[in-house]
């Protein structure tokens, strides 16, 4: 797809048409996707270009662990390589639908770091909830938390002192770190 999209670009073709001229180039699997999409659908670039994604299974997380787990190969240049991380990365942004800005990115690494090192339950929790930003992803966290995670002999109900985070994250100034160490 991005080289067709580069191709189209450099012929100047207006992006309104870029689904008439792509469907030529679609045979076997991928015709079958186009030819079952809705009228509306199958005119727009965008939404057969997601459709083909979803049908091979070309998502977030297929293009995050793409970019982690890439290496060079062997008659690769570096700059055929670097391009090709980019590729990686662009579709992988571009698929978890974040503003495309230092903080949208910086957002979607802190989470995706986060989804990394948390029990597996929280994570599948949070990702079944798609939170669009940090300040999302920390209060669902925190009501999955508190409703699981209850001491010994406490009631039900955790006081302010108990919560991770004094106040709900608010996105801009990042909580603070308590200057205790973990252990």
């Keep these: ?20 001229y792509f469907k030529r180039l679609l045979k076997g699997n991928a015709l079958e996707v186009y030819i ?16 083909l994604l979803r049908k091979y299974d070309l998502t977030v997380d297929g293009f995050k662990k793409r970019f982690h ?14 391009c090709r991380l980019d590729g990686y990365i662009d579709t992988w ?9 230092y903080e949208g990115l910086t957002d979607l690494i802190i989470k995706e770091q986060f989804y990394t090192v948390s029990e597996e ?40 002192k108990d919560k991770i985070y004094p106040k709900p994250y608010q996105g801009k100034s990042r909580p603070k770190e308590s200057g205790k160490s973990p252990n």
């Design 1 to 20: 797809m991005r080289r067709f999209e580069r191709y189209a670009e450099l012929q100047g073709w207006p992006t309104e048409e870029w689904a008439i």
């Design 36 to 51: 079952r999409l809705a009228e509306s659908e199958a005119k727009s670039y965008d939404k057969l270009n997601a459709a």
């Design 69 to 82: 787990e890439a290496r060079r190969e062997s008659d690769e240049t570096t700059a055929q390589f670097i």
């Design 93 to 101: 942004v571009q698929l978890a639908n974040i503003d495309q800005t």
């Design 121 to 160: 339950e929280l994570t599948l929790y949070l990702r079944e909830r798609s939170p669009k930003g940090l300040d999302e992803l920390v209060n669902l966290a925190d009501l999955y938390l508190e409703a699981r995670h209850r001491p010994k002999g406490k009631s039900r109900h955790f006081s302010t």
